[in-house]
């Protein structure tokens, strides 16, 4: 199985900046797709940002300019900087993973959340 583990979140000022980190581990095989979903108090859950093993990128309209996504591969390992934090980044982030081995495909894994929290 795959378990992933977040760390990062915590309390920081308008314009300020956090860096979330994800690892996976177990039993995974090889992960193609990994990221985050974030979700604001009141709202649906968006995706903030995926990076895929080959290099593709893909952000929510609303981080891009202020987000970078980036990973590890021998680490298995995303990270998030998110720079120039606004409140309306304020929310739960929840790094997901997309994993395969052969030609069967692991269920989605998510890790439990970290609370991002962006003051006035």
């Known amino acids: 199985q795959v378990e992933l583990v977040e760390s990062g979140g915590g309390l920081v000022q308008a314009g300020g900046s956090l860096r979330l980190s994800c690892a996976a581990s177990g039993s995974i095989g090889s992960i193609n797709v990994m990221g985050w979903y974030r979700q604001a108090p009141g709202k649906q859950r968006e995706l903030a940002a995926l990076?895929?093993?080959?290099?593709?990128?893909n952000y929510a309209n609303s981080v891009k300019g202020r987000f970078t996504i980036s990973r590890d591969n021998a680490k298995n390992t995303v990270y998030l900087q998110m720079n120039s934090l606004k409140p309306e980044d304020t929310g739960v982030y929840y790094c997901?993973?997309?994993?395969?081995?052969?030609?069967?495909?692991?269920?989605?894994?998510w890790g439990q959340g970290t609370q991002v929290t962006v003051s006035s």
């Open positions: 997901f993973a997309d994993a395969y081995s052969g030609i069967y495909s692991y269920p989605r894994s």
């Open positions: 990076i895929a093993s080959g290099g593709s990128i």
